[in-house]
Each structure stands twice: as C-alpha cells, then as structure tokens.
C-alpha cells in the first residue's frame, strides 16, 4: 500500500497554468508570477507662487499676468454707489433766461472751462501713488490720526449741525459695536476735501523733507547731516506706522462686527459708496495684513465689476508670499473666497474668480489651511464649479479659454487637497467628472498633467483604483492622451503608473485594458521612444555632440527611465492574466525591449528598472506556449541572468534566481546552469536568511534533479544539508518552502538503496527527526493575526506539506534497515 501511495515520477515546477485548490493558486504565484510595486512620481514643489508655473505650456503673452501692481485709483467709485430705488419724474417747468435790456452787456452763460491735460491728471495720480508708498514704507503721515478720519466718514450730515457730544456718539467705531439706532456714513464735505488737500501737501513735504540729501536748505534750517534722522527716531517711526496699522486692521474689525450686527452687509449700508471709498483709499498705505482686512470688508458689501477683480487680486497678490500664510490661518476670508467660487454665473465673473482660485491655490498648499478649507467643503464647491464648466462647455466653446485658465487653478488645488481628502473624492463622484474635463481639454498639457497627479495619487488606494476603474472609456482616454502628449514626460510617467495600480490587483482591469484597440501596440510604441532616447542620454555622456543633433524631449536621463520603470512595471501587471501574458510572450518587439534593457542597463545604473525588466520576462517565462520568444532566445537570456547572478545587489539576485525557476523546465538551460555552474549559486543561496530567496533557490534545484545524472552535484556542494536546514528553519512558518524542499529531497532520492549512503548518516537522522516532528505535533502557523488566515495556512500544511513529507520519511525508513522504524499518524 506503501508503494501505491508513492509517487514514482520526479516532482517537477510546472508552469502549467491549472489550478486546482486555494493552495495551488497561491503556490503558482509566488514560484511565477508576481505584480511589481514602485514609488508614486514626485510632485515637485514650485520655488515661486505664479498663476501658471515655469513648467507651463502656455507662454506669457496667452496667459493672465501673476505680478501687477494695484492702488486704490483702480477701483471704480461710481460703481460702488447703490443702486437707486426710485426713478425721478422730469421738471414740467422750463425755466427762461431774462432778456437783458442792454445789448452790449453780454448775458450769455460762461463758457465751459477747458479740460483738464491728462498728463497732469496722471502726474498727479503718479505723485499720489509714490506718497502712499513712501507713507508704507517710512510712516503713515502723522497730520491725520486714524480715528479722526474715521469719526469724519461716520459723522451725520452737516445740516444736522449735532452737537459735539451727540456725534461722538454717533461713531460706528466706539467700543466696537454701535450707540443708538444705527450709524449714518456721510459723504466728504468740502472742507474735508480741503482738508485732504492740506493732508496730501503735508505728507509731500515731510516725505521730501525726511529723503536723505533731497531738496536744498533753507535759511536758518539745521545742516544737511543733522538733518537725517537718528536710529532712534526711525525705530520710533516704524513703531509708530506699526501701530497704526494695528489700529486701523482693529478698526477694521471692530466695523465688519457692526455693520454684520446692524444688517447692514452686502448692498443694505445706506453710505456704502462712502465706505468703500475710505476703504479703497486705505489700500495704498501698503500693508498686507491691513490690505486683507479691507479686502474682507469690500467683499463683504457685495462689490462686483471692476472692484470685485480689483479686490480678488489684492487677496491673490497678498497670498503670492508664504510668509503671509499665517495672515489667513483663522480668518474668515477663506469663506469670502469660496462665497465667490460659489458664483452660478461664472463666466460673468470669470476673471476675477481665476485670482480667487489662484489664491485657494496657494494658500491649499499650506496643511493648516487646507485642513479649513476641507472642513469648509473645498472639495465640493471645486467639483461643483467644474460640472458647471463641464456642463457649459459641453453647449458652446465660448469660453473655452478662459475655461482651461480656470481649470488649471482648480485642478492644482485639487492636487493639492487630494491626499487629505480621498473619501471626500469618491462621495462625491470627482473621478468620471475629471475624466470628462480630460475629454473636453485634452490638448491643454497644464490641465492633463494636474489629473494625471491627482489620479496618480487616488490610485495608490484601492477603493480609488477600482472606482476609476468602473469609469467609462477611461483606458481609452488614457491611450489617447499618451499618445497625444507622448513627449511630455511628467504626464506619461503618471498615467502608466495609474494603469499600474488599475492592473496590479484587478484581473478584469487587465482584460479590459488589453482589449482596447492598439493598447498593446501603443504602450511598446512608447516603450521604443523611450528606450531609444535612453540610449541617446546616455550616449550624450559621453558624447555631448550627440545631444545636440538629435532633436529629442528635454528631459533628464533620470526622468526618462522613471518612464521606463513605470511602462515595464505596466507590462508585467497585464501579464498575470493568461490571455494577455501569452500575448506578451509571442510578442517579439516586446521581448526584444526587454532583453535590450538588460543588455545595455546595469543594475548599478538604475536597480529598479534593470529588476522590473527581469521580473517581466519571468511573469512572461511561465507560460509554455510553442512560439514564445522567451523561450526561443532562453539561452541568450540566461547569460544575461548569470550578470544578474554576480552582481552584489541581492534584489538582482533574487530576481535572476526566480527566472532561472522557470527557465530550468528545459534541459537545455539545465545543461547551461550546469556548464556555467550556476547551481554553485543556486546551493549558495540556501544559507540566505530569507526566504524567498531560498524558495527561489530550490525551485532551480527541484528541476535540477529531474535529470539523473545532475543529481550528484547536490550532495557536491553540501546542498543536503542546507536544504534539512532550511527546512527545520522556515518549515513551522512557510509550507510553501517546506513542500518545496522534501518534493527536492524526494527527486534526489528516487534511486536510492540506502538513505545514509544518499543524504549522509547525519543528515539522515536530522531528517527524520525534523520530519517526524512536523507530522506529530500540530504546529500552530503564526503567519497571521487574522483567524482565517491561519486556518487557511493550516489547511495547505495539512494537505500541501504533510502527504509530501509522510511519503519522503516513508522512503527513508524503508531504505534504512539499521534505523529504528518510526511510526507516522494515520
């Protein structure tokens, strides 16, 4: 009965790709076929906080300007007065000019004065600009105080004539909050204009006065050395424009609390053209901190037009700099900013909301804002602005422009939001969304290359990979645009390490892609390009000439190989489902590629791309197919292995062993291991203390046995007993390499007639003792904390392992008469 449950014929690798059980399934893939991992492409950091970056498409006359100047004379004042109710009736009464009674007297109206030159109107406007700006840099001017100026705006009209005490009162500003029923903004008197024209002549003298070495002196007036102030006089000036600053960004404070507590937002204050005329005058001073507290102000009174741009470039200009990140931490204009995002007409506005999102853009880059912005809904109002545009741009191209500058900010600050906000993505249904934008803007490379980021991102995680995966046409899309922008190194590189991740653990993701039309002549196209410019980088090393006459992409070798690491990773994931693997390994342009990137690439120029080549000629190795090219040129491919073998990279090493797997199913490179004495390697790699590399190692050496008279060299190299070792090392763990090993032991003994003779006495007896062991006891498997796992590792040790050990210690005890038999479990 013994001998009928013997298996007379050698255990043997097979690459047949049946599979019967769990166990044989996962079995199969660990001797064979494997997916590859890699590292998602960077997203590099701009230096410069710009609408469209240095790496943009778009040149600088086809785009918006990041960098413009803004005073308070590009606001538009007649523009923010309110709108008025009532239409006034005309007069009945036409009035009559009196004739005069002598004719030499002339009683016509005076004629009009002529007009005023507008270059004095601009030398003037110029003048204003540069005292507001000295006043920012060196001072406010001290004639005016800001509460002063302040108590003017909020004063009740002059033919009230309140007295001093009730128009103290009526000062929106006291306390912070209002006195009486409401506050009443007056317009500027005449005097206060009078007043202001002594202000501006004041301010001009004392800013000639304090320039160093400007203007000459007067008489009686102190030298031109002691003229200039002292440090302490400066420091005392820059404390005190500090702290007019403070007070005035408190004042600005103290009156958006009022006017939210008086209803009185948006267009409801009854001198809102007043306010906004104080409040645009008080941006030439020049303060960021200031500025962004007006700019709050303004928007919070509904300014459209000319002044609601104007006001949205302020706040883009103030978060150009990081250093004013901390001025928006905690501050409600981010819900200003995304008020305006929120807009249902967006191309009336679409200028000004391009610098809104070019500022979200900015500042999503900083994480203590970010985190405000998603917990404020970024993510939706994003994705709800770009259905709109979708959905616009799908009825007319009008705006299409104006449309893919708008979207290039919204998708950057997508990109940036991403990592933060993945659920939010998917409830939200952003991926077919973005794939559409994709179909609508496919030539505009600054918007494919910020999906491509975002998609490369959501990728890294399952649910984003299978969601993406549902998306109608996406693997079409994306053969498209690789096409497209095939060049364009930075979106090639995150597409096909997308459809790595789509194709890494989804079989259905491999069939779907592989049976798009041309997919798999379109990616080996792109294989070649990028092989071939990798040959011309590095050629240019050592002839520069040669880079010059070649016109090629502009990108460094580095860069070109990323691309190759992603393409080849690709490949070897659509090779595990058996249609496409068998493809793949008939295919002689995509095994010529392969075999060329071994050939001119080593391992210490680039690891990852020479490992992910050898790992997809095994995934392509495994199957037996009559026309394979790897099998046709295996010789050729296991020389190149034997570089692999002696490089002293072990990932190499363990990559060329698991080829050399498959490969030693023929005899004929089975006679080229034993010529070259490459099992000396294989016998090596059992003292490793890992164990896929000892797995790999005993995979060659199982088919190895299979011949005869290859059996010796086993024993030769003191293979015996590195295989009992790692057998009582790794057997209690991993009954994938405990089967492994007895199925070689019982290949190397199917001859014997005496088992201390074969194996050697002692190794006879720590076989036995060590089998013995295993099928006595109930090993508890600790290859988990899951319950099931461990059960189902249990399950394959009871039904892989222990009928392959029983038979093997069955044979030893029959052939060792002198031994005391030992009795196994039934």
């Known amino acids: 009965m013994e001998k009928k449950a013997e298996i007379s014929k050698p255990f043997y690798v097979s690459s047949a790709p049946k599979q019967k059980t769990s166990a044989e399934i996962i079995s199969e893939a660990r001797k064979s076929l494997r997916t590859l991992k890699t590292q998602r492409p960077l997203t590099p950091r701009e230096d ?3 609408l469209f970056g240095p790496s943009s498409s778009r040149t600088p006359e086809n785009r918006p300007p990041s960098a413009f100047s803004l005073h308070a004379l590009n606001f538009d004042v007649p523009d923010s007065r309110p709108v008025t109710v009532k239409r006034l009736t005309p007069l009945e009464h036409i009035p009559k000019l009196p004739s005069s009674p002598d004719n030499e007297v002339d009683t016509s109206p005076p004629l009009p004065k002529p007009p005023v030159d507008p270059v004095e109107v601009k030398r003037v406007s110029s003048a204003r600009a540069r005292l507001f700006k000295a006043a920012s840099q060196g001072g406010l001017p001290p004639v005016i105080r800001p509460e002063e ?11 009230a004539k309140p007295s001093p005490p009730q128009a103290a009162q009526k000062n929106v500003f006291s306390k912070g909050q209002f006195r009486g029923s ?5 317009e500027p008197t005449k005097a206060d ?54 007070y005035l960004c408190g004042t600005c404070v103290r009156l958006y609390g009022a006017l939210e507590q008086g209803n009185m937002l948006e267009r409801k204050c009854k001198k809102r053209a007043s306010l906004l005329k104080a409040l645009y005058r008080l941006i030439d001073i020049g303060s960021d901190q200031l500025s962004l507290q007006l700019a709050k102000l303004i928007l919070a009174l509904s300014v459209t037009g000319k002044n609601l741009l104007n006001v949205c470039k302020l706040i883009f200009k103030i978060s150009r700099s990081e250093n004013n990140d901390f001025l928006f931490e905690n501050n409600s204009i981010t819900d200003s900013l995304l008020s305006v995002v929120c807009t249902e007409d967006v191309f009336s506005i679409s200028e000004a909301l391009l610098y809104c999102m070019g500022a979200l853009k900015f500042l999503s880059g900083n994480s203590t804002i970010l985190k405000e912005l998603l917990n404020k809904g970024l993510v939706e109002i994003l994705l709800q602005l770009m259905k709109k545009i979708n959905d616009a741009n799908k009825l007319n191209k009008t705006h299409f422009s104006i449309s893919g500058h708008l979207l290039v900010q919204l998708t950057a600050t997508l990109r940036n939001s991403v990592d933060q906000s993945r659920q939010r993505f998917l409830c939200s249904e952003a991926l077919p969304e973005l794939c559409v934008v994709l179909e609508q803007h496919g030539s505009d490379k600054d918007i494919c290359t910020n999906i491509a980021r975002i998609f490369s991102k959501l990728s890294s995680y399952n649910d984003c990979c299978a969601a993406l995966a549902n998306c109608s046409g996406c693997y079409q899309l994306f053969l498209a645009l690789l096409k497209k922008h095939q060049k364009k190194q930075d979106f090639v590189v995150r597409i096909f390490f997308t459809l790595g991740n789509l194709t890494a653990k989804n079989n259905n993701a491999r069939e779907q892609f592989f049976k798009e039309e041309g997919s798999i002549d379109d990616v080996l196209e792109l294989f070649r390009v990028y092989y071939e410019l990798d040959i011309t980088s590095k050629a240019s090393k050592t002839h520069p000439r040669v880079e010059e006459e070649r016109e090629c992409v502009q990108t460094h070798t580095s860069e070109v190989e990323d691309v190759l690491i992603k393409l080849i990773r690709l490949l070897a994931n659509l090779s595990i489902h058996p249609t496409v693997g068998t493809a793949l390994a008939t295919n002689p342009i995509c095994v010529g590629l392969l075999v ?69 199913q023929s005899e004929e490179v089975r006679d080229f291991i034993v010529q070259k004495n490459v099992y000396k390697f294989m016998v090596a790699l059992l003292d ?13 050496l199982i088919n190895l046995t ?47 007639t005496c088992a201390a003779l074969s194996f050697g006495e002692e ?60 009795t196994a479990p039934s």
């Open 182 to 186: 409401s506050p009443v903004l007056t």
């Open 149 to 159: 100026f302040m108590k003017r705006l909020n004063s009740e009209p002059s033919l």
């Open 688 to 700: 490793a203390k890992n164990q896929d590399v000892c797995f790999s190692a005993c995979g060659v």
């Open 706 to 752: 299979v011949d005869k008279n290859k059996r010796v060299i086993l024993r030769e190299e003191g293979g015996i007993k590195k295989l009992i070792d790692c057998l009582r090392d790794f057997g209690p763990t991993d009954w994938q390499l405990a089967s492994l090993v007895c199925k070689t032991l019982w290949n190397y003994s199917e001859k014997m």
């Open 596 to 664: 060329k990137v071994l050939e001119y690439k080593s391992i210490d120029e680039c690891e990852e791309l020479v490992i992910n080549a050898a790992a997809t000629i095994n995934n392509l190795s495994f199957y037996p197919v009559r026309n394979s090219v790897v099998r046709a040129r295996q010789l050729h491919l296991a020389e190149l292995l034997v570089k692999l073998l002696l490089s002293n990279n072990m990932e190499g090493i363990l990559e060329a062993a698991r080829v050399f797997g498959n490969l030693s």
């Open 763 to 822: 190794e006879t007896k720590a076989l036995l003792h060590i089998l013995s062991t295993y099928l006595e006891e109930d090993l508890a498997l600790d290859c988990s904390s899951s319950e099931d796992l461990r059960e189902f590792h249990k399950v394959c040790w009871e039904t892989e392992f222990i009928p392959v050990a029983q038979q093997l210690m069955n044979r030893i005890q029959r052939h060792d008469t002198f031994l005391e038999p030992l």
């Open 193 to 246: 204009e009078n007043e202001k024209e002594v202000f501006s002549k004041k301010a001009c003298e004392n800013s000639v006065s304090s320039r160093p070495g400007s203007g000459s002196d007067s008489i009686g007036s102190p030298s031109r050395t002691s003229s200039r102030p002292s440090s302490s006089e400066s420091t005392g000036a820059r404390n005190r424009t500090g702290n007019d600053v403070e």
């Open 48 to 50: 410069q906080r710009k």
